[in-house]
């Protein structure tokens, strides 16, 4: 079926999440998401800065890094200035929905509809001492990293 | 590219199945496409999705995405996949006449 690819399908993925800026958390999103486009299982696992993409109080608030971020073409001094970060962030999410590429609340809750399932990872939870109240309803558990790979069985597992 | 017959029409059809010319689309042969992808019955809810999709692609020349059948079309997310399983815009455009989607959401 596929023109330049293997005839082998991908029937599963497991997709990990692990920064919290904009850039960091969207391309597992899009990459989930595509997935069940295409019919084939996806997990999400959302670890350190990543759990901020199903945090109540922090999934509408990710911001693109306008600091250390040698393709953002700004000089660091520029990027830390204040307001910059909220700036850079409203130009990239007006391009995004253009091409319907949603917020992060939205993108979440229409992975979920999908079929995808989405879980937090237990040592970020520990560590920064939450609970499951603290994420939104989207979210299956909070598992550890065996759990994870009892999850991820037969599947692909993709770091972002 | 091939052309068969479907529904008692003459159309072409790329490799993957999909209608080359959108105006060659008839009712009926989104009944035989739907077919061939094991959807057996379109109920009302699949002429929801697939006249949106047609009304949605004449009007701005471009097959909707998974969200715009969500926000402007009204049908959620989860019904638009037990509708078309595994594939919903994909299956979608195919039974509704349209190329293959080519956007990644």
Redesign the interface.
Known sequence: MSENGSTEKIKKVSIIISKGSLEGVYPGLIMANGARMEGIEANIFFTFFGMEAIMKKRMAKIKVATVGNPAMHMPSLVGMLPGMSAFATKMMSKEMDKLDIPPVPEFVEMIHDAGAKLWACRATVDMFHLTIDDFCEQVEDVINVGKFYEISGGGEIIFT | MATETIAGVSVERNE?GFLVNPDDWTEEIAKEIAKELDINELTDLHWKVINFMRESFAEKGQIP????I?NSGGV???DL?SLF??????KAAMIAGLGKPQ???
């Open positions: 993957e995405t998974i969200r715009g969500k959620p997310t989860k996949y399983p595994n594939g919903p815009a994909k956007g990644c959401i």
